[in-house]
């Protein structure tokens, strides 16, 4: 099977002046950067503000003082290593720590710094603790990206939770239709592996990440094409990004381009205050009237995706802003706030939940389920390198 060939240096990118791939070299000692061949092919290098450029390619903004590493509090989640259970019923395999290109928006770029180990190879003590908690009915296996990961790696993990009885839909968390569509109609193992265990009864949904309607390319339609005939629902979330997606028209062409493609428009996000992210930040509002203007252009399926915050405290969705007021609602509670409803007023400049007054009302700061995990908030800016161990010596 052809693979697209990776790049992990910026040097390599020789469509980027000299000059400003000396000034991105510090950007990526602090961020790191991947990108494939693939996928540099969609950049309209004519363009300085090309929203695929914007998506992979570093900016000088990541080095702006913003956010936190773990904006969500995820560090909180963890009730084994690699396994958070934040929502009574679902729980999150983190399996892998590496992607098919790294979005510089990405929420966790923690996971990427060369001292912290989230993401484990090792999912044993994660099936161990689903195994043994029947509220679990659903698994989503995250990162990083799982289908990076090689198919035999994959088998073993699929297998292991469809023999878990309680465990009913299998979720795979992946930008791989759009960074590496090839895997997808060329991997006949892979294909294999899905319509063994997507079945009528238990399916498995790859949660796509398509963020702008020039990913979905003939490459990509085919490739969801494959996993649709394997068996598999491919549903769609990306976050609202200034400078990538915020054009109400793109916004509108994406619904219609996943409807058309049989690929259910799921979430819409606002980006996490995630430390890097500066650039992509838009208003609550602004993401709100973007999402709407965009729904009025497009069908009833498009129409189906619901704007969110993924808040340390639940999924808060956004039902309107209007003369000021931020109208929400919990469309998932870590703490059992289901369907709670709430009004508050919405300042011009707020960007985040914690930045709607009185929004503390509403909820309360976590604590460790397990102390092993250390918060990447409380360790040091930039990523300290690891040590060598000492090697013995010869005899």
Same mark, same amino acid.
């Given at each position: 099977?052809?693979? *697209?060939?990776?790049?992990?240096?910026?040097?390599?990118?020789?469509?980027?002046?000299? /000059?400003?791939?000396?000034?991105?070299?510090?950007? =990526?000692?602090?961020?790191?950067?991947?990108?494939?061949?693939?996928?540099?092919?969609?950049?309209?290098?004519?363009?300085?503000?090309?929203?695929?450029?914007?998506?992979?390619?570093?900016?000088?903004?990541?080095?702006?003082?913003?956010?936190?590493?773990?904006?969500?509090?995820?560090? =909180?989640?963890?009730?084994?290593?690699?396994?958070?259970?934040?929502?009574?019923?679902?729980?999150?395999?983190?399996?892998?720590?590496?992607?098919?290109?790294?979005?510089?928006?990405?929420?966790?770029? #923690?996971?990427?710094?060369?001292?912290?180990?989230?993401?484990?190879?090792?999912?044993?003590?994660?099936?161990? $603790?689903?195994?043994?908690?029947?509220? @679990?009915?659903?698994?989503?296996?995250?990162?990083?990206?799982?289908?990076?990961?090689?198919?035999?790696?994959?088998?073993?993990?699929?297998?292991?939770?469809?023999?878990?009885?309680?465990?009913?839909?299998? #979720?795979?968390?992946?930008?791989?239709?759009?960074?590496?569509?090839?895997?997808?109609?060329?991997?006949?193992?892979?294909?294999?592996?899905? #319509?063994?265990?997507?079945?009528?009864?238990?399916? @498995? $949904?790859?949660?796509?990440?398509?963020?702008? *309607?020039?990913?979905?390319?003939?490459?990509?339609?085919?490739?969801?094409?494959?996993?649709?005939?394997?068996?598999? @629902?491919?549903?769609?979330?990306?976050?609202?990004?200034?400078?990538?997606?915020?054009? *109400?028209?793109?916004?509108?062409?994406?619904?219609?381009?996943?409807?058309?493609?049989?690929?259910?428009?799921?979430?819409?996000?606002?980006?996490?205050?995630?430390?890097?992210?500066?650039?992509?930040?838009?208003?609550?509002? /602004?993401?709100?009237?973007?999402?709407? =203007?965009?729904?009025? #252009?497009?069908?009833?399926?498009?129409?189906?995706?619901?704007?969110?915050?993924?808040?340390?405290?639940?999924?808060?969705?956004?039902?309107?802003?209007?003369?000021?007021?931020?109208?929400?609602?919990?469309?998932?509670?870590?703490? +059992?706030?289901?369907?709670?409803?709430?009004?508050?007023?919405?300042?011009?400049?707020?960007?985040?939940?914690?930045?709607?007054? +009185?929004?503390?009302?509403?909820?309360?700061?976590?604590?460790?389920?397990?102390?092993?995990?250390?918060?990447?908030?409380?360790?040091?800016?930039?990523?300290?390198?690891?040590?060598?161990?000492?090697?013995?010596?010869?005899?």
């Amino acid at each position: 099977m052809a693979q *697209p060939k990776y790049i992990t240096k910026i040097d390599q990118i020789e469509q980027i002046p000299e /000059e400003e791939r000396e000034r991105l070299k510090k950007i =990526t000692e602090k961020f790191v950067f991947r990108v494939n061949e693939y996928y540099l092919g969609l950049i309209n290098w004519e363009d300085p503000n090309d929203p695929i450029k914007n998506l992979v390619i570093p900016n000088e903004g990541e080095l702006e003082e913003y956010g936190r590493w773990d904006a969500s509090d995820e560090d =909180t989640n963890y009730a084994a290593p690699g396994c958070q259970h934040k929502y009574e019923t679902t729980a999150l395999l983190i399996c892998s720590e590496v992607c098919g290109a790294y979005c510089r928006y990405c929420f966790r770029k #923690r996971l990427f710094r060369n001292d912290v180990k989230e993401a484990m190879s090792d999912v044993d003590p994660g099936l161990e $603790y689903i195994r043994n908690h029947p509220e @679990i009915n659903n698994v989503l296996l995250t990162g990083g990206d799982p289908l990076i990961l090689a198919t035999k790696k994959l088998r073993y993990i699929i297998e292991e939770l469809r023999n878990i009885p309680h465990v009913k839909i299998i #979720r795979i968390g992946s930008k791989l239709p759009v960074f590496n569509p090839m895997r997808f109609y060329e991997d006949e193992s892979l294909l294999d592996l899905i #319509r063994e265990y997507s079945t009528p009864e238990n399916r @498995i $949904y790859i949660m796509a990440h398509v963020n702008h *309607p020039r990913e979905i390319t003939e490459e990509a339609k085919k490739g969801f094409a494959a996993l649709h005939d394997a068996g598999a @629902i491919v549903v769609n979330q990306t976050p609202i990004l200034k400078g990538i997606n915020d054009n *109400p028209d793109d916004l509108a062409e994406l619904l219609d381009k996943l409807s058309w493609a049989g690929v259910t428009p799921y979430y819409f996000f606002i980006n996490r205050p995630v430390a890097g992210n500066n650039d992509f930040v838009l208003t609550l509002k /602004e993401a709100y009237d973007a999402v709407e =203007t965009a729904k009025a #252009r497009t069908s009833g399926l498009g129409k189906r995706i619901r704007l969110s915050m993924s808040h340390t405290s639940g999924k808060i969705e956004i039902l309107a802003i209007e003369d000021g007021k931020a109208y929400l609602k919990y469309h998932q509670s870590r703490d +059992g706030n289901y369907g709670k409803f709430m009004v508050l007023d919405c300042p011009e400049y707020a960007s985040w939940f914690d930045e709607l007054p +009185g929004n503390e009302q509403y909820w309360e700061q976590p604590e460790k389920k397990v102390e092993e995990v250390v918060s990447v908030n409380e360790m040091p800016d930039m990523p300290q390198k690891r040590k060598r161990k000492p090697q013995a010596a010869s005899k």
